[in-house]
Antibody, heavy 122, light 110 residues
Framework: QVHLVQSGAAVRKPGASVEVSCKTSGYTFTDYFIHWLRQAPGQGLEWLGWINPNSGGTEYAQKSRGWVTLTRDTSTSTAYMELRSLKSDDTAVYYC???????????????WGQGTLVTVSS | QSVLTQPPSLSAAPGQKVTFSCSGGSSNIGNNYVSWYQQVPGTAPKLLIYDNYKRPSGIPDRFSGSQSGSSATLDITGLQTGDEADYYCGTWDSSLSAAVFGGGTKLTVL
């Protein structure tokens, strides 16, 4: 059974950084891309980027470039997302999700982490 | 503002059929594949449809998807109270080199 388990909620001050982890199990980690998304309170889904766990290659949303970094550790089947220079409007639930599709043009996120609430407040 | 356009809300009675719309352009829906997600508030989204019309295992055939031109639709037949949720469409945008989503449609089952 496929599982993605994310790290717990975090509270940071403006300007700080945070790292969210996504530990996977139940499948071969390097066979599927991992996407990261966020959802601000009462808002819709916003895509941040993906990582290819096999190669470490990444693609970021234009808005994410420069403040989001995606990495992975194949030895522990874990993906990581670091957010830097946090602002209050970065307060959101952050999700990792597995893409079952081998085609970039057909994302199909079939397994999700439980979400990690990141609160940015002074 | 979302790249894909969805109506903010829909409502229907139990047992009825409801159709969700998702409108985009040639750089996204017009040339790539659409997926649909159901999200009950406070939980992670769940994949309902991928590749425009395919259902993952475990998704009942009450849920169906289609795509035509730069628009996609999700139909739910035999509505149940448990279908109350937010529904999102998503795809890849080749001009942005990014995954894009609609703003979501809130379904109320009256």
């Amino acid at each position: 059974q496929v599982h993605l388990v994310q790290s717990g909620a975090a509270v940071r001050k403006p300007g700080a950084s945070v790292e969210v982890s996504c530990k996977t199990s139940g499948y071969t980690f390097t066979d599927y891309f991992i996407h990261w998304l966020r959802q601000a309170p009462g808002q819709g889904l916003e895509w941040l980027g993906w990582i290819n766990p096999n190669s470490g290659g990444t693609e970021y949303a234009q808005k994410s470039r420069g403040w989001v970094t995606l990495t992975r550790d194949t030895s522990t089947s874990t993906a990581y997302m670091e957010l830097r220079s946090l602002k209050s409007d970065d307060t959101a639930v952050y999700y990792c999700a597995r893409d079952q599709s081998p085609r970039i043009v057909a994302p199909a996120l079939d397994a999700w982490g439980q979400g990690t609430l990141v609160t940015v407040s002074s | 503002q979302s790249v894909l356009t969805q109506p903010p809300s829909l409502s229907a009675a139990p047992g009825q059929k409801v159709t969700f719309s998702c409108s985009g352009g040639s750089s996204n829906i017009g040339n790539n594949y659409v997926s649909w997600y159901q999200q009950v508030p406070g939980t992670a989204p769940k994949l309902l449809i991928y590749d425009n019309y395919k259902r993952p295992s475990g998704i009942p055939d009450r849920f169906s998807g289609s795509q035509s031109g730069s628009s996609a639709t999700l139909d739910i037949t035999g509505l149940q109270t448990g279908d109350e949720a937010d529904y999102y469409c998503g795809t890849w945008d080749s001009s942005l080199s990014a995954a894009v989503f609609g703003g979501g449609t809130k379904l109320t089952v009256l």
